[in-house]
């Protein structure tokens, strides 16, 4: 980007399409700016349309549990306006809590611990409105949950980075709220808490999370009705043994605020830790932003309580790394993923012991071999942060579709005009 | 014939020739799916044993401008495996090897010929099932699932093929075989896998799947509790929902599907009842105990006339054998019957089926209602009589169904496909250029046109000159969606 580019900043559909169909050259597309690192370094543009002023919910049935919503709406204001609803999108991707927005969260296709049940943004959106570069505008999907009419669109622009379309609309499916959630702690190694997971998921309990981060932690969120929370927790904590303790913040990191004032460091047992996460799913929504301060406030930088009391926060925390340093997203089958971390450069890591999914900050110098280390173990890697200015390699070895993905960029943007360099060298 | 002897010889080759059927009363076996109204018998018939054959046959197509149309089982519901006239039939009724199940990551490597059913028999050993369980489940292949990204009773909680699917190998319409998607929901990139799974067979043929498996649930809970009216059992509906309850299936059935599915197995319904539902929750037993306990309470405050909780795993089999024989026995109370699957907003199904009545009346046929009420996945079933000249009649009132549901502000359909049932009605829901834009990623794929066509696009040729005419979503007209 260079500071030359014009700021377009459209304040309904109608100005997207005009801002595009309106304009030639090479184009930014920025929400809040909380991944604007991620992927290829952007190469010099025109423009950057930038989506902030899209913003609120377009619709909301709680009947029906769909909601569309603007482009540019923080998903941490989204889920404060359906809290009253008891209502939330499952996502719990690191950097909500930052400010991201529902399009730039879904342009980057990413997620967070809740994955483990309810998957990535693709799992749950319905509906997509999309502006091309030409300005044309496609809706795909609708606003129910069940529909197989059409290709889904939504489904081109996750993980596109901004390089396909703009997205104009998103529509959602909504879950309730937990009633209520408690997360249980196991210090342990990356190996324990591996085998240790491996008992789990291979039993009755189904863990709403399951996450090991590199202050030796594991942790084993578990959500439901609170009546039967109590006994779920005791049987968990028989599985994952003596040291396992109830932790002080509540069951997820859009939980922080409340939990973490009823919680504190009382790891008495579970009924106690029960009765905390439970006053704090109501309160979901007030909560966002409290969990989103303490965890922009604690750094990585090898402190053990990054972000405090709350395990999510202080989870959060450790996934978006240290940007001093570089931070690698990686996926993989889910049991090479304790192997493969043994064998990276780690300085902090976070790691889906059920998804396979990891975020590991790592010298920035040791970035390619990352990337040919999860190749080899038949995984895939983007680059999330970098140090400033740093030329490192994005990407690892193209996918056997390239070819198809370089004709889809050609068939929406054949000028090449959006998101120049985030796909360097693939496309 | 119309494709000549030196195109069935590059296929002889590519293949072996008894992998190639010629014989026009054999290619006659594969003239339709199971919408049977549509019927075209291809020029060939072509039987791979592998990928490779299979890209081999592709390109074949490839370089002789050959359309070609996949096929798994041919238990398709809208036309998606009709074959094209002086086109090809390539079925992957031989690529029927499950590959791989990996109990630890919980995940299973198939063929596309595998059927749905088998996937959950093999994983059964170690605990695991394959979730998403369209009613052809037995005989319905993973191939088509994908196609088309099927669904079933109880995705309203597991979500749809499209969840459960991770990976596809697909070979592309010039014959070159890729991956598409990862071992693990992240990926490089954009969905391209989420992109194929659903598109109906029109943008390659998958020739391998890695799956999701699940871990059998702890408990399963069902009951199926009788109503005075539609609107009582759309209430329970509606305030399961609201207690925040997730159930794993939640079904509806009207009287006169009732009364076809207990004629025909005898599963314990109530004949006479104006409405049944059957819910069933599942999970670690204190949860779902707990959740079970407030359904039965929901149910008896809204009237419920008589509550049957399945005391065993016969019992709940019994329930889900009435349920998931009802498009069947329908044959039982009518010759001739069409299944539509529009789907509207959950909260408008009481609504929508009053209208369906009253469409029935009209018209002066019956319509018999099973659906998924969770999702509010309808899937009317308009009774007829071909003998009595009926036929045209029924068609209208089926397509009237599926369009009042994009009136309703929902979809032509929930889990059949478009194919070539509903492609005509497609600008009834999206505008020219939803459509264009669709059919620039088909064109990625597919520059030429040449992999199922005449599927999900309405084409003059199919839908007359000018294809019916787009007009405003009502979410639009209302102003609930934005469009420039």
Redesign the interface.
């Known amino acids: 980007m260079t500071s030359a580019a014009t700021v377009l900043r459209p304040q309904?559909?109608?100005e997207v399409?005009a801002a595009l169909r309106d304009t030639t050259g090479p184009l930014q597309i920025a929400g809040a700016g909380t991944a604007a690192t991620w992927a290829g370094l952007l190469a010099p543009v025109d423009a950057v349309l930038d989506t902030t002023a899209l913003t609120g919910v377009?619709?909301h049935?709680p009947?029906?549990?769909?909601v569309?919503v603007r482009p540019g709406t923080p998903l941490a204001a989204l889920h404060d306006e359906l809290a009253e609803h008891?209502q939330h999108v499952s996502l719990d991707a690191a950097r909500i809590a930052e400010g991201a927005t529902v399009g730039g969260l879904l342009a980057t296709?990413d997620?967070g611990p809740a994955?483990l049940v309810f998957?990535?943004l693709?799992?749950v959106v319905i509906g997509v409105?999309?502006v091309?570069a030409d300005g044309?505008?496609?809706?795909?999907g609708?606003?129910?949950?069940?529909?197989?009419?059409?290709?889904?669109?939504?489904?081109?622009?996750?993980?596109?980075y901004g390089t396909?379309a703009v997205v104009a609309?998103v529509v959602l499916r909504l879950?309730?709220?937990?009633?209520a959630a408690v997360t249980v702690e196991l210090p342990c190694s990356l190996a324990e808490a591996a085998e240790v997971a491996?008992r789990v998921?291979?039993?009755?309990?189904?863990p709403a999370a399951l996450e090991w981060t590199s202050d030796d932690l594991l942790l084993l969120r578990i959500e439901?009705?609170a009546?039967?929370l109590e006994?779920?927790t005791a049987r968990v904590r028989e599985l994952l043994g003596a040291a396992a303790v109830v932790a002080g913040g509540s069951g997820s990191s859009r939980d922080a605020g409340g939990a973490a004032g009823a919680g504190g460091a009382d790891g008495a047992g579970g009924a106690d830790g029960a009765g905390g996460a439970d006053g704090a799913g109501g309160a979901d929504g007030a909560a966002i932003n409290a969990g989103g301060a303490d965890g922009a406030a604690g750094g990585v930088g090898g402190a053990g309580h990054a972000g405090g009391d709350d395990p999510w926060a202080r989870h959060a925390a450790l996934t978006r790394g240290d940007p001093a340093a570089a931070v690698v997203?990686?996926?993989?089958?889910?049991?090479r993923l304790p192997a493969l971390l043994a064998s990276l450069p780690v300085m902090a890591a976070t790691a889906g012991l059920g998804?396979?999914?990891a975020t590991v900050t790592v010298p920035a110098g040791a970035v390619a071999d990352v990337h040919a280390r999860v190749h080899a173990a038949?995984?895939?890697?983007?680059l999330r942060a970098r140090p400033a200015g740093a030329h490192l390699p994005a990407?690892?070895p193209p996918?056997?579709?390239v070819?198809?993905?370089r004709?889809?960029k050609?068939?929406?943007d054949p000028d090449d005009r959006l998101g120049p360099g985030r796909?360097d060298p693939?496309m | 014939m119309a494709l000549d002897s030196a195109v069935r010889q590059a296929f002889e080759q590519a293949l072996s020739p008894a992998d190639v059927i010629s014989d026009p009363v054999q290619c006659r076996a594969y003239e339709c799916d199971g919408l049977t109204g549509y019927r075209v018998v291809p020029d060939l018939v072509l039987l791979p044993r592998d990928a490779e054959q299979v890209a081999a046959a592709v390109r074949v197509c490839h370089e002789r401008k050959v359309p070609f149309v996949a096929r798994g089982a041919g238990t398709g519901l809208s036309g998606g495996a009709l074959p094209v006239a002086d086109g090809v039939v390539i079925s992957v009724s031989r690529l029927n090897k499950i590959l791989e199940i990996d109990p630890?990551?919980?995940r299973a490597v198939v063929e596309p010929g595998v059927t749905n059913l088998s996937i959950t028999k093999a994983a059964a050993p170690h605990?695991l099932y394959y979730a998403p369980d369209p009613s052809s489940q037995q005989v319905c292949t993973i191939g088509g699932n994908i196609a088309?990204?099927s669904?079933g009773a109880h995705?309203?909680k597991y979500?749809?093929t499209?969840?459960h699917v991770l990976a596809t190998e697909?070979v592309?319409a010039d014959g070159?075989?890729?991956?598409?998607g990862?071992?693990?929901?992240?990926?490089?990139?954009?969905?391209?896998?989420?992109?194929v799974?659903?598109?109906e067979g029109t943008l390659g043929i998958v020739t391998q799947a890695t799956v999701r498996l699940m871990?059998v649930?702890?408990s399963v809970q069902t009951l199926l509790a009788d109503f005075p009216s539609i609107a009582a059992a759309g209430d329970v509906v509606?305030d399961v929902?609201?207690a925040?309850?997730?159930p794993a299936a939640i079904e509806m059935m009207d009287t006169l599907a009732i009364e076809a599915a207990e004629e025909a197995v005898h599963a314990g319904y109530t004949v006479g009842v104006p409405a049944a539902l059957i819910v069933e929750l599942d999970?670690?037993?204190?949860?779902c105990?707990?959740?079970f306990e407030q359904v039965k309470a929901i149910c008896e405050k809204h009237g419920c006339t008589r509550l049957h909780i399945a005391g065993s795993a016969d019992e709940r089999a019994a329930i889900w054998r009435g349920r998931k024989a009802a498009f069947a026995a329908v044959g039982r109370i009518s010759p001739d019957y069409f299944v539509q699957d529009g789907?509207?907003?959950?909260?408008r199904l009481a609504e929508v089926l009053d209208r369906i009545a009253a469409m029935g009346a009209e018209a002066g046929l019956r319509v018999a209602n099973v659906f998924?009420a969770g999702?509010?996945?309808l899937h009317p079933l308009v009774l007829y009589n071909a003998d009595a000249g009926e036929t045209e009649q029924a068609e209208h009132l089926s397509g009237g169904i599926a369009e009042l549901c994009v009136e309703m502000?929902?979809?032509?359909?929930?889990?059949?496909?478009?194919g070539t049932d509903?492609a005509c009605s497609?600008p009834r829901?999206?505008?020219d250029?939803?459509?264009?834009?669709?059919q620039?990623?088909?064109?990625?794929?597919d520059p030429d046109g040449l992999c199922n066509p005449g599927k999900?696009f309405p084409t003059p040729r199919l839908c007359g000159e000018r294809p019916g005419k787009y007009q405003a979503h009502p979410?639009e007209a209302s102003g609930?969606?934005?469009?420039?």
């Open positions: 309904d559909l109608g399409q377009i619709t049935n009947g029906d549990m769909t569309s008891a296709g997620a994955a998957g990535s693709r799992d409105t999309l091309l044309t505008v496609a809706r795909a609708g606003h129910v949950i069940k529909n197989v009419a059409g290709y889904d669109l939504a489904k081109v622009v996750h993980g596109s396909l609309e879950h309730p709220v937990p009633k491996a998921l291979g039993g009755p309990t189904e439901g009705t009546a039967a006994a779920r997203r990686i996926g993989v089958r889910p049991s998804t396979g999914v038949g995984g895939t890697s983007v990407w690892g996918p056997s579709a070819g198809v993905l004709a889809v050609h068939a929406f796909f693939w | 630890v990551d919980r605990g088309e990204n669904g995705c309203l979500g749809f499209t969840h697909v592309l070159t075989l890729v991956t598409v990862t071992d693990t929901s992240e990926q490089a990139g954009p969905d391209l896998r989420g992109v799974l659903g598109s871990r649930p702890e509606s929902v609201a925040g309850i997730v999970g670690p037993a204190e949860e105990g707990v959740q789907v509207v907003p959950r909260t998924h999702d509010g996945n502000g929902g979809s032509l359909s929930g889990e059949h496909g478009i509903k497609m829901m999206f505008s250029d939803d459509l264009a834009t669709m620039r990623v088909r064109a990625a794929f999900v979410l609930k969606i934005e469009r420039v």
